[in-house]
Structure formats: C-alpha cells, structure tokens
C-alpha cells in the first residue's frame, strides 16, 4: 500500500499525523510542502483542500488531522489512536475536537502574526523546512504571510492585534485545560492517542514561542517535548510586554504537577 504524506515540519496538525504512521509503523513518503504556498501545492496534487497534514493512501485522499487518526485507525488497527472503553473513547475524541479546534489555532497565529512581521522570522521557517534559496523565499513570502496572518480561523479570530491579545488572554486557562486533561488519563502518553498527539503538538510549538514558554510550562510541555523532541523553529521575542499576561494557577494543575 502506498503512503504518502504531504506535510510541513513547522506545521504542528503535520507534526501529529507523523507521529500516528510513525507509531503505527506504516511506510510512508513524506513530501515537504513550502510554507504559504501550500494551498496551490495540494490543489495541484488533486486535494480538495489547500492545508497539511494531506495524506494520498493508494490514491484516495484525506485532509485534516482528525480525518487522518480515523482512517488510520480502521487500516492499522494497531496501536490504536482511539480507546476501546466507550466512556474513554468520547473523552478522547471530545478531546481531540478541542486540540483541533480550540488550541490549535493558538500557536498557528502566533508564529504567523511574527512571521509577516519579520522576514528573520520567515527566512528562519523556511531554513527549518530544509528548503534551497530561504532568502529569496522570505522576501517573496512576505505579502502570503500577511494574507495568511489575516485569515480568519474557525473560532473567529484573526492572527492581527485584536486575535492575538485575545490568544494570550485566553492561553493560561487554556493550558489548564490540557493539562487536567493529562491528570485524569484522556491524555494517554503510553501510547499517547489521537487526542494526546493533536493537543500535544501544539503545545509543542507553544513551547518555542519565546514570548510565552514560560505560560505554557509544566507537565504537558515536558510531555510533548518527550513526544516531540525536536522542533525545528525556534521564535524569538516579538511581541510588546503589555500583551502577555500572567499564569495563575488552574485548578487541577498543582495535581498534575505530580506527574
């Protein structure tokens, strides 16, 4: 059967999908996709959609991180990304709803509303991608990078001022969350599952974001650098002071630093 997966290494729903045929053990092709463009890539290779992580399974395509565990898990059962026990399996798959598309576009707007505002940024994406010429890239990526900065996400918000100060607001009791849901168990590390793959990435790409490594600090951070030990971006301070607010702690987070 032949697997190919279409991806960007900064991309961190590719991240996940890597790790589900990594964990599983299924052969597959990774092809890199250029940062900002990968809307005219994957339209040309025949998907519907412009977003990584895309994957071509003996032709037939799947989009989307969520679409991918699901589809994974019924070909290779084993390990499975889903749990058997019923009760466990909704807390997983609500979890993973909530990876995807509550703390997914966290850091996805974070590192893009840096990246059209610094061409280091950019050129420094681009080198991560290993892709050729990463200065020319950068400077012609410029306009695409603040289209896509501009974009607005399914929760509404835009990577511009308003968005971000609202992402930051919003971060603490975000990581609470993630971080009760490592405590009770949805979170599952030995294997983790789809719901740990989704969630943990981006709380990976959180923790290279300088301006907000020490927010998002604490057990699920050390868990997704376990899961995920390289990140190939680092993003340096960019954003003013006033914005990043301060962590308190969540409820249930002084449990799960025992972990």
Same mark, same amino acid.
């Given at each position: 059967?032949?697997?190919?997966?279409?991806?960007?290494?900064?991309?961190?729903?590719?991240?996940?999908?890597?790790?589900?045929?990594?964990?599983?053990?299924?052969?597959?092709?990774?092809?890199?996709?250029?940062?900002?463009?990968?809307?005219?890539?994957?339209?040309l290779?025949?998907?519907?959609g412009?977003?990584v992580?895309?994957?071509?399974i003996?032709g037939?395509?799947?989009?989307?991180?969520r679409?991918i565990?699901?589809?994974?898990?019924?070909?290779?059962?084993?390990?499975? +990304?889903?749990?058997?026990?019923p009760?466990? *399996? #909704?807390? %997983?798959?609500?979890?993973?709803r909530?990876?995807?598309?509550? /703390?997914?576009?966290?850091?996805?707007?974070l590192?893009?509303?840096?990246?059209a505002?610094?061409?280091?940024?950019?050129?420094a994406?681009i080198?991560?991608?290993?892709?050729?010429?990463?200065?020319?890239?950068?400077?012609l990526?410029g306009?695409?990078?603040?289209?896509?900065?501009?974009?607005t996400?399914?929760?509404?918000?835009?990577?511009?001022?308003?968005?971000?100060r609202?992402?930051?607001a919003?971060l603490?009791?975000?990581?609470?969350?993630?971080e009760?849901?490592?405590?009770?168990?949805t979170l599952?590390?030995d294997?983790?599952?789809?719901?740990?793959?989704?969630?943990l990435?981006?709380?990976r +790409?959180?923790?290279?974001?300088?301006?907000? *490594? #020490?927010l %998002?600090d604490?057990?699920?951070?050390?868990?997704?650098?376990e /899961?995920?030990?390289?990140?190939?971006?680092?993003?340096?301070?960019?954003?003013?002071?006033?914005?990043?607010?301060?962590?308190?702690e969540a409820?249930?987070?002084a449990?799960?630093?025992a972990?």
């Amino acid at each position: 059967m032949a697997v190919t997966l279409y991806w960007m290494a900064v991309s961190h729903p590719s991240q996940a999908a890597r790790k589900m045929l990594e964990l599983k053990q299924v052969e597959f092709e990774a092809i890199d996709v250029l940062p900002l463009g990968q809307r005219v890539h994957l339209r040309l290779t025949g998907f519907r959609g412009g977003t990584v992580p895309a994957l071509k399974i003996d032709g037939h395509r799947v989009q989307g991180s969520r679409r991918i565990s699901r589809e994974l898990d019924r070909l290779w059962p084993d390990p499975p +990304l889903f749990p058997s026990d019923p009760t466990l *399996r #909704d807390r %997983v798959i609500e979890a993973e709803r909530w990876g995807e598309e509550v /703390l997914q576009p966290v850091p996805r707007r974070l590192a893009r509303f840096v990246g059209a505002g610094s061409y280091a940024m950019r050129r420094a994406t681009i080198e991560g991608q290993g892709l050729p010429s990463p200065g020319l890239l950068a400077t012609l990526g410029g306009p695409l990078a603040h289209y896509y900065a501009l974009s607005t996400e399914v929760d509404g918000r835009r990577g511009d001022e308003a968005g971000i100060r609202a992402d930051l607001a919003a971060l603490p009791e975000l990581i609470g969350h993630a971080e009760r849901l490592l405590t009770d168990g949805t979170l599952a590390l030995d294997p983790p599952n789809a719901a740990t793959l989704q969630v943990l990435a981006s709380i990976r +790409l959180l923790s290279v974001i300088d301006d907000v *490594r #020490d927010l %998002v600090d604490g057990p699920c951070a050390r868990a997704a650098r376990e /899961l995920y030990p390289r990140y190939p971006v680092h993003v340096p301070e960019f954003l003013p002071r006033d914005w990043l607010p301060q962590r308190t702690e969540a409820p249930g987070a002084a449990s799960a630093n025992a972990c």
